[in-house]
């Protein structure tokens, strides 16, 4: 138990003024590997508890299922990639801010409610982000594939009968 935890009265009351200086010990190779895990282990929480990130990882593998179907070009897998790890971090954050709110109470707190509503707009503003960046990369490549009918068939993807 670090020093400064044994001076606070209330664990949620942290005073920058009763913090006393210790030094941590420099973070060595076995501790990175730790951090590490504790970060696949985090994923694997939002991934097993939270319904929208398994929304938005559906709607992110078809989204790249489209592109490499579209072959896009460098700089837009770039924005791309962007736009999908921009939801996966809001929806992350969203997910660490309400089971902290959750772990200080399970009842009814306008904070607690500020907290929880403010940092699902977040997820919302980077979903919106996301399909407008979506939306600039693929529909200069579909409005001309569906102007010319020149859009791959569904035999693309299931293969064709006559080969049966």
Same mark, same amino acid.
Request: hydrophobic share 55%; charged share 15%; glycine share 6%.
């Given at each position: 138990?670090?020093?400064?935890? #044994? !001076? #606070?009265?209330?664990?949620?009351?942290?005073?920058?003024?009763?913090?006393?200086?210790?030094? $941590?010990?420099?973070?060595? *190779?076995?501790?990175?590997?730790? @951090?590490?895990?504790?970060?696949?282990?985090?994923?694997?929480?939002?991934?097993?508890?939270?319904?929208?990130?398994?929304?938005? !990882?559906?709607?992110?593998? /078809?989204?790249?299922? *489209?592109?490499? /179907?579209?072959?896009? @070009?460098? /700089?837009?897998? #770039?924005?791309?990639?962007?736009?999908?790890?921009?939801?996966?971090?809001?929806?992350?954050?969203?997910?660490?801010?309400?089971?902290?709110?959750?772990?200080?109470?399970?009842?009814?707190?306008?904070?607690?409610? %500020?907290?929880? $509503?403010?940092? %699902?707009?977040?997820?919302?503003?980077?979903?919106?982000?996301?399909?407008?960046?979506?939306?600039?990369?693929?529909?200069?490549?579909?409005?001309?594939?569906?102007? /010319?009918?020149?859009?791959?068939? #569904?035999?693309?993807?299931?293969? $064709?009968?006559? $080969?049966?």
């Amino acid at each position: 138990m670090r020093p400064f935890v #044994r !001076l #606070r009265t209330n664990p949620l009351a942290w005073r920058p003024e009763h913090q006393p200086v210790v030094s $941590d010990p420099p973070l060595r *190779a076995t501790g990175r590997l730790q @951090s590490f895990s504790h970060a696949f282990a985090g994923l694997a929480f939002l991934v097993r508890n939270e319904p929208n990130m398994r929304i938005h !990882l559906a709607a992110a593998l /078809s989204a790249v299922i *489209a592109g490499l /179907s579209l072959h896009l @070009s460098l /700089s837009e897998w #770039r924005w791309f990639i962007f736009a999908i790890a921009l939801v996966v971090a809001a929806e992350a954050l969203n997910t660490a801010v309400e089971q902290a709110c959750n772990a200080v109470t399970r009842g009814y707190h306008p904070a607690i409610k %500020a907290a929880k $509503d403010v940092a %699902a707009g977040a997820v919302l503003i980077s979903a919106i982000a996301a399909a407008l960046i979506g939306a600039t990369i693929f529909l200069p490549h579909v409005i001309p594939a569906l102007a /010319s009918g020149n859009l791959p068939s #569904r035999n693309w993807i299931c293969g $064709d009968p006559g $080969d049966a």
